[in-house]
């Protein structure tokens, strides 16, 4: 019971074993490791050895948890609460069959499912984990989900409450006009590079602050 007569468990030991390695160099040495990597995987699963391939398991999902489990070697240790959470939803997504791609960009993970049929679009930011439906990288929102990456780096654990908790209950009982213009997502705004319009704008405004949530998440502004 204990063998692998397709020999795939030394392709997992190589790859855990180069993601370790590449933490020395940084995030460029793990982008690296994961772009050698899906050429391993490309050449073992596909061509002439696609009949060696166990269908019982989804080698996409296999891959996609790689990668997202990845995003824990990019996180500050200030920062990981919010990655931990991240990391959970990434996967809970993957694993339910939620989730097309997921890209290492920008020091990001974006965990993202593709739906054309839908017109639906989100973008959910935990740490350096964008979870999202229908972003590609370079479009607004992922910009603007950038800028959410970058003030959980400079929040550290106040991100939850801060701007996670926060964005969350505008996104979900408050208007798109309120919620744009919440000073978090507005930062978000500023810290991603978003170009301004009326769904990404740039100009705080204060009179946002009478929400109840604000008594225990209270609102710092930046400048």
Same mark, same amino acid.
């Given at each position: 019971?204990?063998? /692998? %007569? ?17 933490t ?5 040495g ?6 050698? +990597?899906?050429?391993?995987? =490309? ?7 696609? $009949?060696?391939?166990? %269908? ?8 996609? $948890?790689?990668?997202i /489990?990845? *995003? &824990?070697?990019?996180? +500050? %240790?200030?920062?990981? %609460?919010? +990655? ?14 939620n ?12 965990? =993202?499912?593709? @739906? ?5 679009r !989100? *973008? ?11 972003? &590609?990288?370079? /479009?607004?929102m992922?910009w603007? &989900?950038?800028?959410?990456?970058i003030?959980?780096?400079?929040? *550290? ?7 996670g908790?926060?964005s969350?209950?505008s996104?979900?009982f408050g208007? @798109?006009?309120?919620?744009? =213009? ?5 930062? +978000? ?6 170009? &301004? ?10 009179? =946002?602050? #009478?929400y109840? !949530? #604000? ?5 710092i502004?930046?400048?």
């Amino acid at each position: 019971m204990y063998t /692998d %007569p397709s020999g795939n468990i030394f392709g997992l030991i190589w790859l855990v074993n180069k993601v370790i390695k590449s933490t020395d160099h940084g995030v460029s040495g793990v982008k690296g490791t994961i772009k050698e +990597a899906q050429g391993i995987w =490309n050449w073992t699963f596909n061509g002439s050895n696609m $009949s060696k391939m166990d %269908p019982t398991i989804n080698y996409k999902q296999l891959i996609n $948890s790689y990668k997202i /489990d990845v *995003g &824990e070697l990019m996180t +500050a %240790p200030w920062e990981k %609460p919010q +990655a931990m959470l991240g990391n959970l939803v990434s996967h809970t997504r993957n694993l339910s069959g939620n989730v097309d791609n997921v890209e290492i960009r920008n020091g990001v993970v974006l965990v =993202n499912d593709n @739906d054309p049929s839908s017109r639906r679009r !989100w *973008g959910m930011t935990l740490g350096p984990y964008i979870d999202s439906e229908n972003i &590609e990288v370079g /479009d607004d929102m992922y910009w603007h &989900e950038l800028g959410h990456t970058i003030q959980s780096r400079i929040l *550290g654990p106040l991100y939850i409450t801060k701007v996670g908790i926060p964005s969350l209950m505008s996104a979900t009982f408050g208007s @798109d006009e309120y919620h744009s =213009n919440s000073w978090y997502e507005v930062w +978000a705004n500023r810290l991603g590079g978003v170009p &301004e319009s009326n769904e990404y704008p740039r100009d705080y405004r204060r009179n =946002n602050f #009478w929400y109840w !949530w #604000w008594i225990t998440t209270l609102p710092i502004y930046p400048n």
